[in-house]
């Protein structure tokens, strides 16, 4: 396995694009207002893209900027990294922000997250980021208190960058091209840090076999946030059951994929048990279930899902007359954030009712085997 | 001041329409079905009409695996060969 990061290109940095340029008054509110009424923003203020600012995000990047990161199956229209960078700046991002984001959308491009699915469906769903491993740390990014909530310029702007990305070039805007049925809050932002400190388990970036010191980004297409309370559970399995009971509610279950993430004292719990990720995996796969005939009482039962989880390629597992919540353990994605305070784990499902977006990742600020 | 346009995405390309049919009547008609429950029945429906009411030629359905994701390039290649226009749909 080999490490690099792009080469600088020796080039003219910004001839080789054919970005647009707008000339606006020189004031700062009415070129927010400009950006308003070209349609450019989520509803809220966005910071002016001058070129200054897009220049200096871009120093964070090696690559021409002409360079392609991410692709619109469907329409054909193309990111480039001089277009994630003025979105970057309107978001709000810091330069050194910008290796996050790129990773990110590179993650998004491979097929089977299927970006374009789960941004234009009915699902509603907003691409979660979990930022893995050091690079966290020197952005500032919060793994801590408030999580997924506001306070934090790195984890609220990165994933704001995202949106505008989604929505400035590959125009899938609400309502035309993005028809999320009632879309969540995450949709403005929903990035957050893998907390490290007091983290029993390996880091995400270490258990997707990064090398040491190599951080990551993994991306979900997230449904909307299940807050999991329980204080007074004190065992691996009481703590556990209760998650397990949010992913296999009636409305929240199907073949897709999780992400749960535990607070800091559930993985107490946890960890002075001794249960590692796998085992913890495991036990929620196997409890997030429901029976047949409850899934035909609500009418969600379908055959080919059923046969998709039970047929020839079933995990061990699986119980006859049950579906479970995803198609095996590892569909889980388990880890630590949040507070030291306050028995408040979190269930995140997928979006669809199948498996039309399966998470992925990448690394942060590096390219492996690239040569 | 001056601002970078955020909307810029690469090359623009060449896209194409197909010419327009000038009559329906006796043309073969494809239906594309995309997995989505009760999606079958409700093209095959739909296309019955266009045999009642303009004599076309029913295919076989093709079908694409993925409701939310693009149908394969060979799939659209090949309906593009063996009909003269095409129904699908999207939602539930």
Known sequence: ?371 | MQLYDPTTSGPQRELLRAPPLTSLDGKTIGILENGKLNATEMLRELARLFEDRHGCKVHAAYSKSNASAPAPAQILKKAADEVDFLITGLGD
Request: aromatic letters at 8%.
């Open chain 1, 1 to 371: 396995m080999t490490l690099s990061r792009p080469a600088k290109d020796a080039g003219e940095p910004f001839m080789s694009i054919a970005a647009r340029i707008h000339e606006v008054p020189d004031n700062l509110l009415a070129a927010i207002d400009y950006c308003y009424e070209k349609g450019w923003t989520d509803g809220l203020p966005v910071v002016p893209p001058t070129l200054e600012r897009v220049h200096a995000t871009l120093e964070h990047e090696g690559r021409p900027p002409e360079t392609v990161i991410a692709t619109h199956p469907a329409t054909g229209l193309e990111l480039s990294l001089h277009a994630a960078a003025v979105n970057a700046v309107m978001a709000g991002c810091l330069p050194e922000y910008f290796p996050v984001l790129v990773a990110a959308f590179e993650a998004m491009d491979k097929p089977d997250f299927n970006f374009h699915g789960s941004t234009a469906s009915t699902g509603g769903s907003a691409p979660l980021l979990i930022v893995s491993g050091g690079y966290a740390d020197d952005i500032g990014m919060n793994a801590d208190v408030n999580l997924f909530g506001p306070g934090n310029r790195a984890n609220a702007t990165i994933g704001r960058a995202v949106r505008l990305i989604l929505r400035n070039v590959f125009q899938m805007v609400p309502g035309i091209s993005d028809k999320s049925t009632q879309g969540h809050p995450g949709k403005y932002s929903f990035c957050i840090a893998e907390r490290m400190r007091g983290n029993p388990w390996p880091l995400l970036c270490e258990a997707q076999g990064y090398p040491k010191g190599v951080s990551s980004v993994t991306v979900f297409a997230a449904g909307g946030f299940c807050n999991v309370e329980n204080h007074g559970g004190n065992t691996p399995q009481q703590v556990l059951s209760s998650i397990a009971d949010a992913m296999a509610s009636y409305g929240c279950i199907t073949l897709g994929q999780s992400v749960v993430i535990l607070a800091p004292e559930h993985m107490r719990i946890l960890a002075d048990a001794g249960w590692s990720r796998e085992e913890a995996q495991t036990y929620l796969f196997m409890h997030a279930k429901r029976s047949v005939e409850g899934m035909r009482a609500v009418g969600k039962y379908r055959a080919s899902e059923y046969e998709k989880q039970h047929g020839a390629h079933a995990h061990q597992l699986v119980e006859t007359g049950y579906v479970h919540r995803g198609l095996a353990p590892e569909d889980i994605l388990m880890t630590l954030g949040g507070g030291d305070a306050g028995g408040h784990s979190c269930f995140i499902p997928s979006w669809s009712r199948g498996r039309g977006s399966i998470m992925q990742h990448k690394p942060i600020g590096v390219c492996i085997d690239c040569n």
